[in-house]
């Protein structure tokens, strides 16, 4: 664990042929960017963004190691996939994650029918109004604990979706996930998944990152 914070301090790392890069100044966000072992990359692997929670934001990514997707890197965890991490200081723009999402395909070549999109609390707005706005991009998407434009109701209903909330959240409430399952069930519901954490608040949804069934669901869905 020693020598990788201080490979991380590096920005760069390198283990077991995986790679973990720190990158700034070239799109809107900052971002992490992982590259998984050689033999995966060749082969055009899927691509996972994972956009952070409000508790996160900053513009030197170390608030990333705290919990989620990176965090799970840096413990040991083998993705495969291209991941990429962006952070935001104050809000997530589609557009804007798009643009990191571009500039990493256009150098690592990747499964454009796998693009995946993950996030919780402001990440959780963030991939639903991301995969909302580009829905013929999105593969397949998790939004923990969060909310989103509900106009994006038709559009959300084409994509794999997989919603989640704790009942007793009581910073972001399980109406704003609510909201945006009604405005999909409008047009389908037959991408959508719906799930109602019992007895779990806030904070206590980022344990599903350290999971398997939502990497496991997620990795299973293609355009």
């Not at 960017?33 to 030197?60: A, E, R, T, W």
């Not at 909310?147 to 794999?160: A, Y």
Request: glycine share 10%.
């Amino acid at each position: 664990m020693f020598l990788l914070t201080v490979l991380f301090s590096l920005g760069f790392t390198s283990i077991f042929g995986q790679k973990i890069e720190r990158h700034f100044n070239e799109a809107a966000y900052p971002y992490y960017l992982y590259l998984p072992h050689d033999s995966i990359l060749k082969n055009q692997p899927p691509v996972m963004v994972f956009l952070h929670g409000k508790s996160l934001s900053g513009s030197s990514l170390e608030s990333l190691k705290k919990y989620g997707v990176i965090s799970e890197i840096i413990k040991g965890r083998h993705f495969p996939a291209i991941v990429i991490a962006p952070q935001t200081t104050n809000g997530w723009n589609p557009s804007s994650i798009k643009g990191v999402l571009d500039l990493v395909r256009a150098k690592y070549p990747s499964d454009s029918t796998r693009i995946y999109v993950i996030g919780m609390s402001m990440g959780g707005y963030g991939t639903i109004n991301f995969t909302g706005t580009y829905p013929d991009l999105v593969a397949g998407a998790v939004a923990m604990c969060g909310g989103g434009d509900i106009r994006l109701g038709e559009n959300l209903s084409k994509v794999p979706l997989w919603i989640r909330h704790g009942d007793k959240d009581y910073a972001v409430p399980i109406s704003e996930s609510q909201k945006i399952v009604n405005s999909i069930k409008k047009y389908s519901a037959e991408n959508l998944i719906f799930t109602i954490d019992r007895g779990l608040n806030h904070g206590a949804m980022e344990r599903f990152f350290r999971s398997e069934e939502i990497y496991e669901w997620l990795f299973k869905q293609h355009k």
